[in-house]
């Protein structure tokens, strides 16, 4: 009986043991489905933050666009700036522009003249004077022309001399529409223009008696021999060879 005692508790204690762990299999079981169902959570959460990253990402795009017309204004603004600026030295020409040369304030007359010559066909001197006599046809219309063409070609004034083939030979006229056109370009003075010629070239005058060309021409003249200039004349727009 008492072997038979023993076995029977013998074969108890591995029962009671499969009772043991089968209550801490119940127990820890639920524990462990419970870990794993909190971690499926935890591997979504990358990709919500891939999604927080892409919608943080967006706002950066959206401002690169807002910003463009900015700098588009700021270029208007300067282009316009600009256009001021350029305004400014063209305003500042126009005052400080170079007074009239003396053949610009006798054009302004609107006298109309006889066309000269083109000077290509001619070369050396003569093709010297008819290029000055070209730049300069209305300081010519007031000037005389002292080598006798008032005579021998009924010539009025030297720019009769260009208006023909007469000023290729003849080195009086190339000399005198010549020296005209440098005085011209320093922007001298009619009256100094002529002055200055008459006593260059008066002496070489080939004849004794004046011509009524010339007699006009020293009625009509901007400057008197005292040095006063006379009433009337080429200064009111009266050429010397008007009607020419």
């Known amino acids: 009986m008492l072997e038979i005692r023993a076995r029977i508790g013998a074969a108890r204690i591995p029962f009671g043991m499969v009772g043991m762990f089968g209550l801490a299999a119940l127990v820890v079981l639920p524990l462990t489905l419970g870990s794993l169902a909190g971690a499926a959570p935890d591997k979504g959460k990358p990709a919500a933050t891939k999604a927080s990253v892409k919608t943080a990402a967006k706002p950066a795009a959206t401002k690169a666009p807002a910003s463009k017309p900015t700098p588009a204004g700021a270029a ?132 004794k008696e004046e011509s009524k060309a010339l007699k006009n021409y020293r009625a009509t003249r901007t400057y008197s021999p005292t040095g006063q200039t006379p009433a009337g004349g080429a200064t009111q727009g009266e050429a010397c060879c008007a009607g020419k």
Do not use: W
Request: glycine share 6%; with cysteine; charged share 25%.
């Open 76 to 207: 208007k603004g300067t282009g316009a700036a600009k256009k001021n600026n350029d305004a400014k030295p063209a305003e500042t020409a126009k005052e400080q522009a170079a007074p009239e040369t003396t053949e610009e304030l006798l054009a302004r007359d609107g006298e109309k003249l006889a066309p000269v010559l083109p000077a290509e066909q001619f070369f050396g001197a003569a093709a010297m004077g008819y290029t000055a006599a070209k730049i300069i046809p209305h300081v010519c219309s007031k000037i005389f022309c002292y080598c006798g063409c008032d005579v021998t070609d009924s010539h009025n004034c030297l720019l009769d001399c260009y208006t023909s083939m007469h000023g290729a030979d003849c080195h009086i006229c190339q000399e005198e529409a010549m020296q005209a056109l440098r005085m011209s370009r320093d922007n001298t003075p009619l009256a100094t223009i002529q002055k200055t010629i008459d006593d260059a070239f008066q002496s070489k005058y080939p004849f």
